[in-house]
């Protein structure tokens, strides 16, 4: 059953993306986890594990190596179906919420992030994610929880006081600004594995 709701900016999307397309973005995950084609992140600040893919034509001229001589095929695909779900159901139903979001006709993907989180790992900073110019384009962001977690694991934003826990299917769509700092709470018991992307101005509009 498909369900929605919207509260300051921030849209949590249930029954949209089924559990078995969920369980396909873990498996690829880990099938190039046994290749060795991901990154571990182990810092004072970050530590998870994660994959990065392409979107489309830019998936050809990936800046990941690994992109150009494994499984591209599966990849698109899974982008594929993704974003269609995401711009024919998720996106038009945030928009009607607010209307001026209309101006931003230009917004596209750039890379998708596949992230496994251990117990006790995380983000454990409250960050936004347009913070420098590398990242200015950023102008949204939506994590998609891949697998339910029982204990810790939420997301969590600051100044909203809102915590949105992970079920396998959820989709969370949030403005990248400083107005939305967030984070993820470590995992207590269960390993968490999200897929994630940023909404970003890819033209110029006038």
């Avoid at 494994?70 to 698109?76: D, I």
């Avoid at 989180?117 to 102008?139: C, V, W």
């Avoid at 934003?157 to 470590?186: C, M």
Wanted: one cysteine or more.
């Amino acid at each position: 059953m498909e369900k929605y709701f919207i509260t300051d900016h921030i849209g949590v999307f249930d029954g949209f993306y089924s559990e078995e397309f969920c369980n396909d973005v873990i498996n690829f995950f880990e099938y190039r986890s046994k290749f060795v084609y991901t990154t571990n992140r182990d810092n004072s600040l970050q530590q998870d594990e994660s994959v990065s893919i392409g979107h489309e034509q830019d998936f050809v001229a990936s800046r990941q190596t690994e992109e150009q001589i494994f499984n591209p095929l599966e990849a698109v695909k899974l982008i594929e179906f993704f974003t269609e779900i995401f711009w024919k159901k998720c996106f038009p139903l945030y928009n009607k919420n607010y209307p001026t979001n209309d101006q931003m006709k230009t917004l596209g993907f750039n890379t998708f992030k596949i992230q496994k989180t251990l117990p006790g790992q995380g983000y454990h900073i409250f960050h936004f994610e347009n913070a420098d110019m590398l990242t200015s384009k950023r102008a949204m962001f939506f994590i998609l929880y891949l697998n339910d977690i029982k204990d810790g694991g939420e997301t969590e934003f600051l100044y909203q006081s809102k915590r949105i826990e992970p079920q396998t299917g959820r989709l969370v769509i949030g403005p990248a600004s400083y107005t939305h700092p967030h984070r993820g709470n470590p995992p207590l018991k269960d390993t968490k594995y999200i897929m994630t992307s940023w909404l970003e101005y890819i033209s110029d509009s006038r």
